[in-house]
Every structure is written in C-alpha cells, then in structure tokens.
C-alpha cells in the first residue's frame, strides 16, 4: 500500500501562482511514477503531469505545458506541483497518484487494471483560480 496526502492547494487570482505537494508513505514510493490529476466541477478526473521513478522523464497535458512543473524528492517520499501562471480553467481538486509502471495511465476511470499494476490516490487538494 501507498499512501498519499496533497497539501497547498487554495484561492488565487488569475496569474498567480502555486505548488502543491504530495506526501507519499507505505510502500517504496520511490519506485512508483508519480502523477497529477484534476477534476473541475461537473467533469471528468483528468491526467495533468507525471513524472517517472528517477525523475528521468516527465509527460504533461497540453493544457498546463509550459505553465507547471512536477518533480519529486526521492529522499523525502514527495512530488510536487509548481503551478504558474494560472487561470480560472485551472481550478479543480487535484489528486495525487502512484502507479507502478511508466509510462503512466492517463485515463479516469481506470480500465481493467492488471494484476501486476499497483494503483493508488491521495484524497485531493482544492485549488480555486480567481479572474
């Protein structure tokens, strides 16, 4: 098991910035792809970022490229979100997420895990972008 806790989400004004962190314990977190997800109000869970074990290869959604940033801290069983320039389309819950495998799943739902994927969440963190 991993267990998984987001912190620093909150109100901002459009432009602003934030970082979120996820505080992972349990299993070797270390060797798990580390992952941003979001869902808005009325829509999906959606992928945001990931970063893989050693921090070698990242992925982000087109949305937010150029704008966040994931890394992680190995040494402290954390990854974090440097969210910039942000807009009111940003605002959602943001979940932390631990998978096993890279690259990633991106989709939420998840659709028929395997039984060699390992597959947990954090319980998210709000973040409200003002105009």
């Known amino acids: 098991q991993v267990q998984l806790v987001e912190s620093g989400g909150g109100l901002v004004q459009a432009g602003e910035s934030l970082r979120l962190s996820c505080a992972a314990s349990g299993r070797t977190f270390s060797l798990f792809t580390a992952s941003w997800f979001r869902q808005a109000p009325g829509k999906n869970r959606e992928f945001v970022a990931a970063i893989s074990w050693s921090g070698g290869s990242t992925d982000y959604a087109a949305s937010v490229k150029g704008r966040f940033t994931i890394s992680r801290d190995n040494t402290k069983n954390a990854v974090y979100l440097q969210m910039n320039s942000l807009k009111p389309e940003d605002t959602a819950v943001y979940y932390c997420?631990?998978?096993?495998?890279?690259?990633?799943?991106?989709?939420?739902?998840?659709?028929?895990?395997?039984?060699?994927?390992?597959?947990?969440w954090g319980q998210g963190t709000q973040v409200t972008v003002s105009s």
């Open positions: 997420n631990a998978f096993n495998i890279w690259p990633p799943r991106y989709e939420f739902p998840r659709e028929r895990l395997q039984d060699y994927e390992y597959d947990y």
